[in-house]
């Protein structure tokens, strides 16, 4: 297949552009750069009102999703220094985080989300990520498997080097696949993957420099979905056309609002019998008309301002369902009842939480598969297995955790259970307890801290017949 110049089908275009032009919509509600609900008549002030509400729905995604930090751990069993060649990959939290956030993001605005792993370099540095525009990304399938990529192109724009012009740029990565097992969908040790770079010149796609081989099955890029999507490769993001539009129409009444305001939220005094010249008007005196005749009044607004809001509220409301973000979570304190429990808070959170859920699944995947790739540039076993620790999804209540706690120790529950349900690691609290055990036994034994607790004797049991042994 010529990736190069290849000519798509007409319904692959269609497809391309519609996607394209739903990212970018995305994009612009993010930022707030929708279009002004009000037409604005020159030399009149501007009285378009526009709530940015998409960006927090993906922002408290995100936050939702990787909580304050993500632990990324391999396994007890890995390779000796497969955690630290780990660890200098991502580097410090702040960056793996800023990271994830980056790719998150990314993810919840267009659908899907990519990374490029950039191999060690010379000098010895470990391998590092950098996270692509979507927009920029172009992702092709094999015929019957949406799941399994035969080529990534990233595109992007530039100026021709040889004249000055703008111009673009790709580089197409490419399968490699002779006997056509990975194609299949099938593990395949003997594929690999083929990089070109090019320049756009003339309207066609002219090669620069010679093709790289990536001699590894999988390619330097991995992408995952945002959300589940079964019939495309590409995911479904956080702000869907439905929720742009549910902003829209919130942004066209609040506005209107604002007008409604503007025109009648001060009373338009008018009259008649008299020349405007013989009636003074002034705070804390009567006014007096000039003749029996005269009248004088004030015009009335007949706009139902409280229904206005009141369906306002429900567009909001609508968009928390939509989003699958309650009001509660970003921040909307009158929506939160007093004295709620922790399953009411549960709850109310629910749609929230099997969101994350399934992002957690999704974004797990690709962290894995970029660590298992990392390790293998850097040396280590592809197989290693990578444990990641999220963080509870809600706060925990750390009185009634403890005091559920004791209830389960009442009951016989094991110290280890009842350890792992509060979030500790048995294993590790075990020994850390031995060693501050230990630690104490040599401090007093040198005359510098307490005794240790004395050990509760135990009793020898009594006889049957209540005789002594």
């Known amino acids: 297949m010529d990736i190069g110049n290849r000519t798509s089908n007409a319904a692959t275009l269609i497809a391309q552009t519609s996607h394209q032009q739903a990212m970018h919509r995305a994009w612009s509600a993010y930022t707030g750069t929708l279009p002004d609900p009000l037409i604005v008549v020159a030399g009149d002030p501007n009285d378009n009102v526009k709530i940015n509400r998409c960006r927090p ?77 979507p927009l920029n990304c172009e992702v092709i399938t094999a015929p019957e498997d949406i799941d399994t ?80 999507n079964p019939s495309e490769h590409w995911g479904t993001p956080d702000l869907t056309d439905d929720i742009i539009s549910i902003n829209q129409q919130l942004n066209f009444i609040e506005s209107n609002i604002a007008r409604i305001i503007k025109h009648h939220g001060h009373p338009y005094i008018w009259g008649t019998g008299f020349k405007a010249s013989e009636l003074t008007i002034t705070p804390g005196r009567v006014i007096v008309l000039p003749s029996h005749d005269s009248k004088l009044n004030a015009l009335q607004a007949y706009g139902n301002i409280a229904e206005i809001m009141a369906f306002a509220e ?93 209830i389960y120790s009442q009951l016989g529950i094991s110290k280890s259970t009842i350890l792992s349900r509060l979030g500790f690691d048995p294993d590790v609290e075990a020994t850390q307890l031995q060693d501050e055990q230990t630690q104490q036994v040599t401090s007093y034994a040198q005359g510098r801290g307490l005794p240790p607790p004395a050990q509760p004797v135990t009793q020898p049991a009594e006889s049957t017949n209540g005789s002594q042994p």
């Open 149 to 228: 990529v035969i080529a990534y192109t990233i595109t992007y724009d530039t100026i021709d080097p040889l004249d000055s012009t703008p111009t673009q740029k790709r580089q197409v990565i490419q399968l490699d696949d002779p006997d056509g097992r990975a194609i299949a969908g099938e593990p395949d040790d003997d594929a690999t993957w083929i990089i070109t770079n090019q320049i756009k010149r003339g309207g066609k796609w002219v090669a620069l420099g010679e093709m790289q081989v990536w001699d590894y099955p999988w390619a330097p890029i991995a992408d995952c979905q945002n959300l589940v």
């Open 57 to 133: 729905i993906v922002d408290k995604g995100v936050s939702f999703l990787f909580g304050k930090t993500l632990a990324i751990n391999v396994d007890a069993n890995a390779e000796v220094g497969a955690q630290e060649y780990l660890n200098a990959c991502w580097g410090h939290d702040d960056n793996k985080m800023v990271l994830l956030c980056k790719l998150a993001k990314h993810g919840g605005i267009s659908g899907n989300a990519f990374v490029k792993i950039i191999p060690p370099s010379a000098n010895g540095k470990p391998c590092r990520m950098v996270v692509l525009d």
């Open 314 to 406: 429900d567009l909001r409301q609508d968009m928390d369902e939509e989003s699958r973000v309650p009001a509660v979570a970003l921040g909307r304190m009158k929506d939160l009842p007093r004295g709620i429990s922790g399953i009411a808070l549960q709850m109310l959170f629910q749609p929230l939480i099997e969101k994350t859920i399934e992002k957690q699944r999704l974004y797990g995947n690709i962290i894995r598969d970029l660590c298992n790739r990392m390790l293998v540039l850097g040396g280590y076993d592809y197989d290693t297995e990578i444990i990641l620790i999220w963080q509870d999804l809600l706060p925990a209540d750390d009185i009634a955790a403890a005091q559920v706690a004791a």
